[in-house]
């Protein structure tokens, strides 16, 4: 079973900046697997934001981050990282990392990924 954390999140005025860390606390995350992050704002679904497939290290956004968020990752640490700049306000909402196989890692499809964090609220405001 695998384990994940989620931290760094907080609140921020719009044009901010917030780095998002992902631990892998337990279990391992195959080495196809891919890890992502994802959100969902109050009264809306869940959605996708940013993936890393841990093999390659190819990376894939959404586009209404593109530009402006960042992820990466640190295999030796087990660590997946979001680095968001220039923060909205429809970017507040609580974010999660998950992982799972690479044919469920389109961050534009609906989430379906098998390992789950408790998630870290994000904040933005005008």
């Known amino acids: 079973q695998v384990q994940l954390v989620e931290s760094g999140g907080g609140s921020v005025q719009a044009g901010g900046s917030l780095r998002l860390s992902c631990a892998v606390v337990?279990?391992?995350?195959?080495?196809?697997?891919?890890m992502g992050w994802f959100r969902q704002a109050p009264g809306k679904e869940r959605e996708g934001v940013s993936v890393?497939?841990?093999?390659?290290?190819?990376?894939d956004y959404v586009d209404s981050v593109k530009g402006r968020f960042t992820i990466s990752q640190d295999n030796g640490k087990n660590m997946v990282y979001l680095e968001m700049n220039s923060l909205k306000p429809e970017d507040t909402a609580m974010y999660y990392c998950?992982?799972?196989?690479?044919?469920?890692?389109?961050?534009?499809?609906?989430?379906?990924?098998?390992?789950w964090g408790q998630g870290t609220q994000v904040t933005v405001s005008s």
């Open positions: 998950a992982a799972g196989r690479p044919g469920l890692c389109n961050p534009r499809a609906v989430p379906d990924l098998s390992y």
């Open positions: 337990s279990g391992y995350p195959h080495y196809r697997y891919c």
């Open positions: 890393i497939y841990r093999a390659s290290g190819d990376t």
